[in-house]
């Protein structure tokens, strides 16, 4: 049993068996199902023990020294409620059923597979810290627009700019290009005059290739480039050495001739 629970591909072949019954018993036909249930039941029971298993080989301490077992540990002790309705009655098990779903948490530990994955992360952290400052001005200018929007348009739109927070989902909306002609086309509808409704369309129009198209770019520009950055300082270096050699070969030929 032992080779079973300290088995990095068994222990990863349980999750995935796991998440695909936990999977299946979230569809209504199949939530009652016995052998699904009975699975599910198996599965915690397995997980808990592992961990003692681990707990007794390798100590507290040193179980809880691992960080992805200290995650395992938090994920099961969650999960744990959701064995008690097969063993006691209780009337409402919603609850307990939405804890079970903590468990498909565990699948993150694919992630420990993923190829040079601390670089991707710390490529990651400095994209967002590069970003910062660009996405704050997109908020900045969001909530201006959504202010300014729901002011003209309000009454002419309510589902859409009936009030600032309506009305900053919807400047959004229209940022990802997403009901960039359906919202000035409903809009355009109900507006009696055709000059207000001409202008109408073209202010959304500046929204949309303003902040849409070259706004959104330029924030994935500007995050693509710093994720990519090690790629061009490895490159970077790299050249380096080799002008650096180069020098050094002209050298030795100058001092030769």
Known sequence: MKRIFFSERAILLAIFANALVIFFLNFPSYEHQP????????????????????????SWKGYWAAWWNRFDFIVLVLSLPSLMMGFLDIPDTSALLALRLFRMVRLLRFFRFVPRLPQLLEG?????????????VFALITFLLSLFTCALFRNVAPEYFGNPLISAFSIFQLFTIEGWNEIPGLIAERWNDPIWAFFMRLYFAFIVLSCGMFGMSFVTAIFVDEMTADNNRELEQKIDKLCSQIQHLERLLSDRS
């Open 35 to 58: 052998l699904l249930i009975g699975l599910d039941h198996f599965f915690v029971l397995f997980f808990v023990a592992e961990a003692i298993v681990k707990i007794r080989a390798w």
């Open 124 to 136: 990651l952290m400095r994209a967002l810290k590069s970003s910062v400052f660009v996405i704050a």
